[in-house]
């Protein structure tokens, strides 16, 4: 999910101080149990329903590895691979935060797993969401360099006092977008490829609108952050979506 901005009383802080010790070694063999149920039971759901690069992602940061990923492990491959680095956060950051941490090619992760009873129910998104559903994207260059500059145009806007544009936008690219590839329809974003429920609603639902993206689309598209989404923007190809998105200035999106 978007990293929802939290309320705070606190003095601005900036993105090093969210983060937190991954702690690898706190997760219970029931945790690691839990990762490789979601794994295997999501892994399965989506066959071929995602884009090409998502599973070429889970292979390449071999995720497929039983248990909770490490994330020195992890970073181990995708920071030479595409600059960028997980890092652990204890929950949701405050956006500001979130979107500077994807200008530097930082991606927070949940230190936590959802438990065994609540599989399919989240408050926040967890680990599994973060890195099942976000790193093996961040694998492929021109969709992890979109990812960054989305981060950038994030700060930008908020500094503007638009930040709710660049979630919008954020929301119906990286989180809940649909994309064509050799002409079927396939799932993008990571809260669809890594929903068990909503993967295959987003596809075949006949009570859901699907509309074509475009940035200024996104931008003016509202979107619900607890139900399913009622309607979906599909990207005409991945590669025009990351040009559309990259090509974009800070103050483009406050035009739209
Ligand atoms: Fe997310």
Known sequence: MLHRATATKQRPRGWPDYVVPQNWESFTDDDHAVWDLLFARQVELLGTRVVTPFLDGIDLLRLSHPGVPDLVELNAILEPRTGWRTVAVTGLVPDEIFFAMLGERVF????????????DYLEEPDCF???????????HHDYAEMTRHLGELGVAAIAAGEGDRVARLYWHSVEFALAR????????????????????????????????????????????????????????????TVAEVLGLRPEDVLAF
């Not at 927070?108 to 599989?119: A, M, Y």
């Not at 890195?131 to 994207?137: A, K, R």
């Not at 329809?185 to 490829?193: E, P, Q, S």
Request: aromatic share 10%.
């Open 181 to 240: 590839e050799h002409g079927e329809l396939k799932i993008l974003g990571a809260g669809l490829a890594s929903s068990f429920g909503e993967a295959h609603f987003s596809l075949e639902s006949n009570a859901v609108e699907r509309l074509p993206f475009s940035v200024s689309k996104a931008v003016n598209t509202p979107y619900k952050h607890d139900a399913f989404q009622p309607r979906y923007l599909v990207s005409e190809s991945l590669e025009k």
């Open 108 to 119: 927070p992760v949940g230190n936590f797993i959802r438990k065994r009873k609540e599989l």
């Open 129 to 139: 969401h973060d890195l099942f559903g976000h790193i093996p994207m961040l694998a």
